[in-house]
């Protein structure tokens, strides 16, 4: 992700999050932190036929990865595409050496939950009102990290992530090591 796909990555979001969207800032202050040798941020797009059509976001410090944000368009629900986002911020704790990943999921998003669980999450505990103002809980699961390797065959894990596709492929995850 760079600081153009931020006006996009707003749009999605409040769309898909219209209650407790991210700000412009939250997005800002995040990809501050993706950048130089000191980073421990990596955030990616997706893109089909030049439209954003997906994002995600890892932080990584002292050996723990957290899944920030993750989202994909209504349209791309199915295609694999939320598959291929996680198995590249995966990929990223990795380089980062994190040990685990940890991530917050709404408690009524059952979708998200069985992909998160078909990636090796397990629940691990509840954040209650944790998503405001709809006072909705956070399901907080933990995966142990592996190699992309490891990742599930219905992953998409064989497309490669940082490499744009022609029009006619599926959306791919964009971004470098440096700068999300």
Known sequence: MRWWDIAPVLDLERELFPEDAWSAGMFWSELAHARGPAANRRY?????????????????VDGTGDIQTIATARDQWGTGLGSRLLTELLSAA????CAEVLLEVRVDNTRAQRLYERFGFEPI??????????????????????SPSESPADSGAGTPAAT????????TAQGTPTHG
């Open 44 to 60: 990616v797009v997706a893109e089909l036929d030049g439209r954003l059509v997906g994002y995600g976001g890892l932080a990584a």
């Open 94 to 97: 990795t380089a980062f050496e």
């Open 125 to 146: 505990g509840f954040r209650r009102g944790y998503y405001q103002p709809g006072n909705v809980d956070a399901l907080v699961m933990r995966r142990t990290t592996q």
């Open 164 to 171: 744009p596709s022609p029009s006619t492929e599926p959306p």
